[in-house]
């Protein structure tokens, strides 16, 4: 009686799900599952739903162009609602009923690290795509996002050249702000300046004003924010009705990857400086094509394409090609496939897996906020993840599994 | 010096803002004990209101005092009408009941806003004291908290409608007794609840920005608020809001925003241990 | 038949059916149903934990996910220094009951109570959230055990038996736990409120000051009841991360505190199985919700993608339509047919001998 419903259960769930996420008519064969676990509500949804449409593209993309290896791909998306107990149990129902090859999926790294340990017990292959603050080696994970390394490296000589040497840091109450602030300060000390505090706020703080006041007596050069989520916005918008925008300005690694930009307005943001992997506003070919496309399936009025949403589509382009390279969707030649180095040309530029890391080595931008858009200043051509290296080698030590705390 | 001034307006606008979203929830809960769970979704509704309004190109101070609390003043009464009212002398199944409300209004507001929603950004510019700058408009929530505080006072002390709610809110059968429709009069109470609630979540869009899920970070310390101040409305909201604001920005400016919040949660558990009946159960008894 | 007799076979039916659960859901059902079942019956002894405390005590507590939380961490950080599983199990009970048992002094014998209580309990779960929220840095760690702020704990090894650190406890042995846990706290509870304590318990939530006048301290029983709870959800919480393997500071958060709350009002409140029941089927609300999330850019597949949209509509409606929760309500409708049916209609209504408030 019980394995009656739950098999009729299924095959209704996968009949609708299969209607929505493609019409063109199924192989013979079964199709390829294939999960993403994003929140989609709650508080965190606004990274979330950037990286479900990237995600249902990509897929969809792949699935127009026949298939991999002769076969649909499924996809299944989760909703955890913000909420760390059914991101565990999401994981284990792809990983066990739906037995999918590959978990896209985690925002925070909070849920990362939930997720990561059911997927290594299933032995189901997991792709992390948000940029983070860098250390996680796990032969059995790849993570396709920026670490402090390839931005906070750049940014900070760049923004200091600009402004001057005294840079106050604002961030996040939690292992991303406090890792990257460390990695903000160690390359200001190393470029001859100083930073006279570090403050950090948990994530549902919105009352910024006695920040602001400690800032003005600080009198920094400019001020690094590595604020995330929505409740933070509101310092920016303190900040600028404070009148401080003019006098200091403000470099960030976190702002606009939640559409900072397009929320607040020009008075409150323009002249930050930010620096990721990609831009919606990228001038090269594959890029034009893909925001085509992208705007053709979601709408003209899709506000950004956000860095998180490309790492995602890139995630899966990345294992969609060592899929074919490997010519199975079996886990372990899934991985040694990803390992010789898969290369894609990606809306960004060129990404490839860094094999010993299982991060990536692409391209990053230095952009300026003008006007609700990112205006690019500058380009730095493939960066290697170098802080994840000087830890990790999962070519030396497979078995390696944990998320280092890299010595700053 | 500047320092110094700087902050005694910092801990002004913290004790008006904390006043603010608490006394629609004062109002509600002092004269229905209602808990309302979906308190910080009206606060939400309130921005959302004023955003749009100003997007159709309504004047930004019509649609921040006047647009957002007539919206959010209907959409209470609709509430009350369609949920609240089955549910009167059941406090608990009030809490469920609007707990699955905030839900239903979070969700609905994604539903048609999406996660990015263009915000307003406050008015008025800045000023200067000494060296430090601060924004004005944080003087103008002070001065609606100080005009919405005295509205209330004046209602409650010298208009007929003002009676009737004290009447009702002291004894709801002698008040029916006496010729009062306590439905009606839990209708219009309800809905002015909401209404100040809306303005003060229009007044506060453009300090703390508006999402669907902007009320978590409201409704407990609104509630921790009402229950602390106690019975009575006015003083009661007032009292509470100038203890726990005042101790949660000083301690804020000192250490940091955490402490700031334990201090405040804390300065509350030892206040309601002290007098159970909240501030105005021992002070200002006759107060409103 | 008379009502005792009828009492006995509610109960014996409740152990038949709970125990058959137990044994053929590993054999049956797969692996990732086990899983997500060993979950729910976690959260199971937690709903019953608010079930005795507030539907049989009547204390309107807002914060056992204080409880709840204070034993997660305590096992995860007392397992990361001892290795062994015996003492921090020990430990997570012992520490919430402690806590439970200092912060039900500090309340009761203030005399204070209704909705203050909750209010007070509720501050105390949202400062435990603050505080270890904001324990991100490497400064803050208990041994070797780091705190981890809004990241939490992950990786907590897993339970042992008793004595032998090797022998880990797996997924099915998971479930069976979880599953007897919640079989044994239900029939001691039931034992509980069948003796003399339960019975002053229930006479105290009935009218405070009668119990008082006939020489009963409430302070006392109140205290003791509060104890109990805090220990449960401690247990619990310990179970919970295990489960999971890890845990995170929103364990001690508003929706989580407001969620027990919810079960035990839609269950129904006095009576045991109502939250077992509630917490269930909310549990399965929410997952069933957020699985298979149409991709569509229609009106109505944004609906259906809206967890809390739905969610909401379905609680409000159980409010107005369900008032007394689930198992009392099916109790009346039982009691209902017995005019009709006779006796098979009497089996269910005293299914829950307490039911009446």
Known sequence: MMMNRRKFLQSTAAGAAAGLVSSSAFAAEEPINVAGIHDLSGGLDIYGKPMVDALTLAV????????????????????????????????????????????????????????????????????????????????????????????????????????????????????????????????????????????????????????????????????????????????????????????????????????????????????????????????????????????????????????????????????????????????????????????????????????????????????????????????????????????????????????????? | ?????????????????????????????????????????????????????????????????????????????????????????????????????????????????????????????????????????????????????????ATLRWTRLGLIARGTMQNADMAAALGVNPPRVYAVTFGIGAALTGLAGAVLAPVSGVFPTIGVAYVAKSF?????????????????????????????????????????????????????????????RRGL | MNQRWLNILGLALVAVIGIAFMILTPRFAELDTVLELTVYMVMAVLALSLALIWGYGGILCFGQSAFFGLGAYAYAIAMFNIGESTVPVLLAIILPAAFAALLGY?????????????????????????????????????????????????????????????AAVDLEGMFYLAAGSVLVTYFGLRLLLASRFGRIIVGIRENERRAELLGYDPRAYKLATFTIGGALAGFAGCLFANWGSFVSPTIFGLSQSAQIIIWVIVGGRGTLIGPIVGCIGIQWLSTALGANQPTGTDWWAKIFANAPLILGVILIAFVLLVPKGLVPTLGDLGGWLLGLRGRRGAERERFEPEAAE
């Open chain 3, 106 to 166: 500090f309340m009761f014998y203030g005399r204070i109570s209704d909705v203050y209580l909750g209010v007070i309990t509720l501050t105390v779960t949202l400062i435990l959230f603050n505080a270890i929220n904001s324990t991100a840095g490497p400064e803050f760690h208990i041994g070797t055990a780091r705190l981890g702020g809004f990241n939490g704990i992950p990786g907590i090894p897993p339970l042992n038996w008793p004595g032998d650190r090797t």
């Open chain 1, 60 to 408: 969809e993309e792949a699935n127009a162009a026949g298939g991999l290896l002769g076969r649909q791909i499924k996809l299944i998306n989760y909703d955890p609602q913000s909420n760390m107990q059914l991101y565990t149990q999401f994981a284990q129902q792809a990983a066990l009923k739906d037995k999918v090859a590959v978990v896209h999926g985690g925002i925070t790294s909070a849920s990362r690290e939930v997720i990561r340990p059911v997927l290594d017990k299933f032995k189901t292959l997991y792709f992390y795509n948000t940029q983070y603050e860098g250390g996680v080696c796990d032969r059995d994970q790849f993570d396709t996002g920026v670490t402090p390394a390839q931005t906070v490296e750049k940014l900070v000589p760049y923004a200091m050249k600009k402004w001057g040497k005294k840079v106050y840091v604002i961030a996040a109450d939690y292992n991303y702000g406090q890792i990257t602030s460390q990695w903000v300060k160690k390359y200001v000390l190393e470029n001859g300046g100083e930073v006279p505090s570090i403050d950090f706020f948990p994530l549902d703080v919105t009352n910024f004003g006695p920040t602001i006041s400690k800032i003005q007596a600080a009198k920094p050069d400019f001020v690094w924010s590595a604020l995330v989520g929505g409740a933070h916005i509101s310092f920016y918008r303190q900040w600028a009705a404070a009148g401080m925008r003019k006098s200091i300005p403000m470099a960030s690694t976190t702002f606009a990857v939640g559409n900072e930009h397009i929320v607040l307005s020009p008075e409150e943001c323009d002249g930050m400086l930010v620096c990721y992997n990609y831009f919606q506003d990228l001038k090269n070919p594959v890029n034009e094509t893909f925001v085509k496309s992208f705007h053709k399936r979601f709408g003209e009025d899709y506000p950004n394409i956000t860095e998180l949403a490309m790492g995602t589509y890139q995630g899966f382009r990345l294992w969609a090609e060592a899929v074919k390279k490997a010519g199975s969707v079996d886990r372990l030649k899934v991985i040694e496939a990803l390992e010789t180095g898969i290369s894609i040309d990606a809306p960004s530029g060129k990404v490839t897996i860094d094999p010993p890391t299982h991060h990536c080595v692409l391209d990053v931008h230095i952009a300026e906020v003008a006007d609700k858009k990112l205006k690019v200043l500058e380009d730095f051509a493939q960066q290697k993840p170098a802080d994840t290296a000087a830890v990790c080698n999962l070519i030396k030590n497979p078995n390696d599994n944990q998320q280092y705390v890299i010595k700053i």
């Open chain 2, 1 to 153: 010096m500047d320092l110094v001034a700087l902050l005694a307006i910092q801990v002004l606008y913290a004790v008006a803002s904390l006043a603010l979203i608490s006394v629609g929830l004062a109002i509600i809960f002092g004269m229905m004990r209602v808990i309302n769970l979906a308190h910080g979704e009206f606060l939400m509704l309130g921005g959302y209101a004023a955003i749009v309004a100003t997007s159709h190109g309504v004047n930004l101070w019509i649609a921040m005092l006047v647009v957002a609390p007539i919206v959010v003043g209907l959409i209470g009464v609709v509430v009350e009408r369609a949920i609240i009212r089955f549910l009167y002398g059941r406090m608990i199944d009030t809490m469920l009941a609007t707990w699955g409300l905030s839900l239903f209004l979070v969700g609905l507001t994604t539903a048609i806003f999406g996660n990015t929603t263009v915000g307003i950004s406050a008015p008025l510019g800045s000023f200067e004291i000494g060296t430090y700058r601060t924004s004005t408009y944080t003087l103008f929530v002070i001065a609606v908290a100080i005009v919405v505080l005295a509205a209330i006072f």
């Open chain 2, 224 to 284: 921790i608020t009402v229950i602390g101040g106690g019975a009575a409305i006015l003083s009661g909201t007032v009292s509470a809001s100038a203890l726990f604001g005042a101790i949660n920005q000083i301690a804020t400016f000192v250490t940091t925003p955490v402490f700031g919040e334990v201090a405040l949660l804390a300065a509350a558990i030892v206040l309601i241990r002290l007098l159970p009946q909240g501030i105005t159960g021992r002070f200002f």
